[in-house]
């Protein structure tokens, strides 16, 4: 059997400003680094098994408070039952490219909030996997967005930075649809916003 590492209550939310702080390089993948990811992990499906609604797709170590650029990714996106990640060590963004498009987006550690985030439609990514090898991914759609929002969890941010405009927020309701969000008095007044 696995060790239990983590569950849900391991994932950190806004406005615990950890999240917006920087992640350091993983400098060498020793055991401890394993079980850190391992714990992402089991938080991540912990989490899920909560959610009615939502999957976990992906999560950065910033996310259970851990500051390791280090990220997890759903090996598969269509099938919920399928409950393997894919791990990114120092994962770095080396090209943007094609349009910025507009879409939902939300994040387990910004809790029932969505905004309509921009991004770009490709990207090329650099890292390690968790043995320590080189990979380059060249994605588009929504494994690009994916790892835009990843990558910026590493860097300090959410998605809730990108969402400029003040009519795309909106909240998850109990019965799994989205209702658009007043900015001034259910936006600004949630302390998802940066000072
Ligand atoms: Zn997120």
Redesign the pocket.
């Known amino acids: 059997m696995t060790k239990k590492l983590g569950s849900a209550k391991d994932i950190i939310t806004l406005p615990n400003p950890t999240l917006w702080q920087l992640s350091e390089d993983v400098k060498e993948i020793t055991p401890e680094i394993l079980e850190i990811i391992e714990k992402m992990k089991q938080a991540a499906i912990d989490w899920e098994d909560g959610r009615e609604h939502e999957v976990s797709v992906?999560?950065?170590a910033v996310?259970i408070g851990i500051l390791k650029n280090i990220v997890i990714i759903r090996s598969n996106f269509d099938d919920k039952s399928v409950k393997d990640f894919d791990v990114l060590i120092n994962p770095k963004i080396i090209r943007k490219e094609g349009k910025i498009v507009s879409d939902f987006?939300?994040?387990?550690?910004?809790k029932d909030f969505y905004g309509k985030t921009p991004r770009y439609n490709k990207v090329r990514v650099k890292a390690k996997n968790e043995k320590g090898q080189d990979i380059k991914i060249k994605a588009k759609g929504f494994l690009a967005r994916v790892l835009q929002?990843?990558i910026?969890?590493s860097n300090g941010m959410?998605?809730v930075d990108h969402v400029k405009n003040h009519h795309h927020f909106y909240k998850l309701q109990t019965n799994g649809e989205l209702k658009n969000l007043d900015y001034e008095t259910e936006v600004k007044t949630s302390g998802i916003l940066r000072d």
């Open positions: 992906a999560l950065a996310q987006e939300g994040c387990l550690s910004v929002h990843e910026d969890h959410t998605f």
